[in-house]
């Protein structure tokens, strides 16, 4: 049974810092990875979907890695706003397209 | 982008009654669709896999009988809490897989309060 775990639990950062937010999984039998932004209240939005193939997609200020082999994955993100204050939820998907969440990551950015 | 969308978006209930959430893709057809159920400061949970014109596919202590699923068509899955009860008040957030594409769009999510 897959089973996801984000560190740091919560993040509280001044704008402007670059962050690092990881996520492992137990299963490393996965097809990808996605990482989603979960505003309060809110639903999730993709922020980027990395092929078990791949190493590592870009968008923006945002980077995610992934290393298979071990599990793990990162988020990187560049000079933080404000408005990148969320929880961050990272996803490894198998080849039944279902999505294991992790128990994510609070993220604030104080101006 | 794919968009999805979920009504209501809020609903209030006496216990013992029967809620029934939709879950629409926008402007693409998905023949899997999902739905997830999250806890206050909890992360998603799956509760089961809609799959258009055939039953659901229920995750292990999700009660089929009490969660009733149905996706009679590539655009529409809708989620019934039957004989809803207090500890069922959740949010509930569907998603939605297209056709040729690894990613799911999410709807914005229903919060469900059961008196």
């Known amino acids: 049974k897959q089973e996801v775990t984000q560190i740091p639990a919560a993040l509280s950062v001044p704008e402007g810092e670059n962050l690092v937010l990881n996520c492992s999984f137990t299963?490393?039998?996965?097809?990808?990875l996605q990482w989603f932004r979960q505003d309060p209240g809110k639903g999730l939005t993709s922020l980027l979907l990395?092929?078990?193939?791949?190493r590592e997609q870009t968008s923006g200020r945002l980077n995610a890695s992934l290393d298979k082999s071990s599990g793990r994955s990162t988020l990187y993100i560049a000079a933080s706003q404000p408005g990148d204050s969320a929880t961050y939820l990272c996803?490894?998907?198998?080849?039944?397209?279902?999505?294991?969440f992790g128990t994510g990551t609070r993220l604030q950015v104080f101006p | 982008g794919a968009v999805v969308s979920q009504h209501p978006s809020r609903v209030i209930c006496k216990s013992g009654t029967s809620v029934k959430i939709e879950c629409r893709s926008l402007?693409?057809?998905?023949?899997?669709m999902f739905w997830y159920r999250q806890f206050p400061k909890q992360s998603l949970m799956l509760m089961a896999t809609?799959?258009?014109?055939?039953?659901?596919?229920?995750e292990q202590g999700v009660e089929k009988d009490k969660f009733l699923i149905n996706h009679a068509s590539l655009t529409l899955s809708t989620l019934t809490v039957t004989s809803a009860h207090p500890e069922d008040s959740s949010f509930y957030i569907c998603?939605?897989?297209?056709?040729?594409?690894?990613?799911?769009?999410f709807g914005p999510g229903t919060r469900l309060t059961v008196l």
């Open positions: 996803a490894p998907g198998g080849n039944t397209d279902k999505l294991i």
């Open positions: 990395i092929q078990s193939s791949q």
């Open positions: 809609s799959n258009e014109g055939s039953k659901a596919t229920y």
């Open positions: 299963d490393s039998a996965i097809y990808n």
């Open positions: 998603s939605a897989l297209g056709l040729y594409t690894d990613t799911q769009y």
């Open positions: 402007d693409f057809q998905a023949t899997t």
